[in-house]
């Protein structure tokens, strides 16, 4: 099997090298990489030229579309039978495509996608963040957590495709907010096989605060009613859950003066969850100023997720 790696990249050019450097690494060596500078004012070319002796690499400069039509514009270029997209802040481990090889053999499958997970060397605040974005307890198993295998939905920070799915489907319809969710529910409708594999793991290395990681929890909000706009029925129950989490901790003071009994009961909820959160963070990172930092960015998650997810739901319901 050859596959080709397809990696947007926008102003970020000091963290590729670490995913072209993990590249190099692979057990598994039938692959090209084509990175995808997208209209980047800050140009990570010189780091991928120095890659150009220990990775069959492809530098492309293209104006600015967004990360979507950027991954369009690696495909209609790809040479492989497989297109994999990453974002340019994973790191993979070496074994890898070995086990995608090995995965695909067996399945069958179309299109797979994988979890992320953190690596020992990560700071607190990113294995924090890293908790919150993939605990069973926060996302219920919607980044790679689940236990179903056969129609899971890829996310595109680890994802592949066969060369027949993009020729069919024509890639992806919509560059940015929840391009990659929109993108694996049309792979499903048009009746290709999607598993997640959960050995095809990569190591999302987020470069990001507690501040940034608002910014990009509300935008995913924001994008979950943005998919709606095509696919009206796959707004399930579990997408309000931030939102009703948001607006039950908001009225817990006022319901202290209208009702206290009601109010008591509910903060009781609120420190059962938090201690839940607390104990199960510190059992899987073993370190508690991340257990700390891990329920503070699940209520910045929520917070944020909830807040943009009704900003874009109100947007919506006035057009």
């Given at each position: 099997m050859h596959y080709s790696i397809i990696i947007p990249v926008y102003n970020r050019p000091d963290e590729i090298g670490e995913l072209l450097e993990s590249l190099t690494k692979q057990t598994y060596k039938n692959f090209e990489v084509l990175i995808i500078e997208d209209g980047s004012e800050i140009t990570c070319k010189n780091v991928v030229d120095s890659y150009a002796e220990t990775l069959n690499i492809r530098y492309i400069y293209k104006e600015n579309?967004?990360?979507g039509f950027s991954r369009n514009y690696g495909f209609e270029r790809a040479k492989g039978e497989y297109f994999v997209v990453f974002d340019s802040d994973c790191?993979?481990?070496?074994?890898?495509?070995?086990?995608?090889?090995?995965?695909?053999?067996?399945?069958?499958?179309?299109?797979?996608?994988?979890?992320?997970?953190?690596?020992?060397?990560?700071?607190?605040?990113?294995?924090?963040?890293?908790?919150?974005?993939?605990?069973?307890?926060?996302?219920?198993?919607?980044?790679?957590?689940?236990r179903k295998s056969e129609g899971f939905h890829p996310r595109s920070f680890n994802m592949g495709i066969s060369r027949q799915v993009f020729e069919k489907t024509g890639g992806y319809k919509i560059t940015r907010m929840g391009e990659d969710i929109e993108f694996s529910i049309r792979i499903i409708k048009h009746g290709f096989k999607t598993v997640l594999m959960k050995s095809a793991f990569v190591y999302h290395k987020r470069r990001t605060g507690l501040k940034q990681f608002?910014?990009?929890?509300?935008?995913?909000?924001?994008?979950?009613?943005?998919?709606?706009?095509?696919y009206p029925?796959?707004?399930?129950?579990?997408?309000f859950f931030p939102v009703i989490f948001f607006i039950g901790y908001l009225i817990i003071l006022p319901l202290f003066i209208a009702a206290p009994a009601v109010a008591g009961s509910l903060f009781l909820i609120y420190f059962a969850y938090t201690l839940l959160l607390f104990v199960h963070s510190l059992q899987t990172e073993k370190k508690i100023d991340v257990a700390f930092l891990a329920v503070a960015a699940a209520y910045i998650q929520f917070t944020a997720y909830g807040i943009g997810f009704l900003s874009e739901l109100m947007n919506e319901s006035s057009t």
């Open positions: 579309s967004g990360q790191i993979i481990p070496p074994h890898y495509f070995e086990h995608v090889s090995r995965q695909l053999e067996i399945t069958k499958a179309d299109c797979w996608g994988g979890p992320d997970k953190a690596l020992p060397s990560f700071t607190a605040v990113q294995k924090a963040i890293n908790y919150s974005m993939t605990s069973f307890f926060t996302t219920g198993g919607m980044r790679g957590g689940s608002y910014s990009q929890l509300h935008f995913f909000g924001r994008a979950r009613i943005n998919i709606t706009r095509f029925d796959e707004l399930k129950l579990i997408h």
